[in-house]
C-alpha cells in the first residue's frame, strides 16, 4: 500500500478528499493508566486534592478530540457530531482505562480524534495526579473499533482487547508464587 500523504518528490501533503462520498464514521479508541494503589484509592473515592479527576480527563478528552487537526499536522478539520470519553476503574491492576467515542458523517475517518481524545484524557489523569504518584504509566492506546469509509469497518480481535484488561500494571503488588 502506498503513502497518500506525501506527493511524488516526498513532500508531505494532506490528502485531497473532495472526490470522496460523505459517509457515516464512528471510531472507537482506548487507553490505561496504571498507578500506585493509594493514587488509584483518591481517583477512585473521589479525594484528590485538585478534585473531580474523571470529571476533567473527560471534558479535557473531548476537548483534545475536537482539536485534533491542530495537534497532527495533515489531519482534516472534522465536524463531529458525537465525542465521549468514558472511564473503566479496574482496582486488580490499579489502572484506569479510558474509552472515546468518535462519530462524524464526512469524507474521512474519526479514528486520529478518538485516539487523541482517549491520549488527552490519560494526560489529563496523570497531570491531576501527579503530586501523588509520578511513577504513573500511560499505555495500551489503541483502535478498537471503526466503521465507515472505503476501508470498511475494523474491529480489533478479542484476544488483542483482552491483553489490556489482564496486562499486570507495574503498580500492583507482585504475583506470589503457590
Same mark, same amino acid.
Given at each position: ?9 516526498? #513532500?508531505?501533503?494532506?490528502?485531497? /478528499?473532495?472526490? %470522496?462520498? =460523505? ?18 484509592? %483518591? /481517583? ?8 473531580? +479527576? ?15 487537526? =491542530? ?7 472534522? #465536524?463531529?457530531? @458525537?465525542?465521549? +470519553? ?9 489502572? /484506569? ?5 468518535? @462519530? ?13 481524545? /482517549? ?30 469509509? %472505503? ?7 478479542? %484476544? ?12 500492583t503488588e507482585p504475583e506470589k508464587d503457590e
Amino acid at each position: 500500500m502506498d503513502f497518500t500523504h506525501f506527493d511524488s518528490r516526498g #513532500n508531505a501533503w494532506m490528502v485531497d /478528499v473532495s472526490e %470522496k462520498k =460523505d459517509t457515516a464514521r464512528e471510531a472507537v479508541a482506548s487507553g490505561c493508566i496504571y498507578m500506585s494503589r493509594e493514587c488509584f484509592d %483518591k /481517583v477512585a473515592d473521589g479525594s484528590m486534592k485538585k478534585g473531580d +479527576v474523571l470529571g476533567a480527563a473527560r471534558i479535557a478528552g473531548i476537548m483534545g478530540a475536537k482539536r485534533t487537526s =491542530d495537534l497532527i499536522p495533515l489531519c482534516h478539520i472534522l #465536524n463531529l457530531t @458525537k465525542l465521549s +470519553v468514558d472511564f473503566e476503574l479496574m482496582p486488580e491492576k490499579c489502572a /484506569v482505562r479510558a474509552v472515546c467515542t468518535a @462519530k462524524t458523517t464526512g469524507k474521512t475517518g474519526v479514528e486520529m480524534e478518538a485516539l487523541t481524545g /482517549v491520549s488527552i484524557a490519560l494526560l489529563t489523569v496523570y497531570d491531576m495526579c501527579k503530586a501523588v504518584d509520578k511513577t504513573m504509566e500511560i499505555g495500551s492506546i489503541m483502535l478498537e473499533k471503526k466503521s465507515g469509509g %472505503k476501508s470498511g469497518d475494523f474491529i480489533r480481535p478479542e %484476544k488483542e482487547q483482552e491483553k489490556v484488561k489482564k496486562r499486570p500494571g507495574t503498580k500492583t503488588e507482585p504475583e506470589k508464587d503457590e
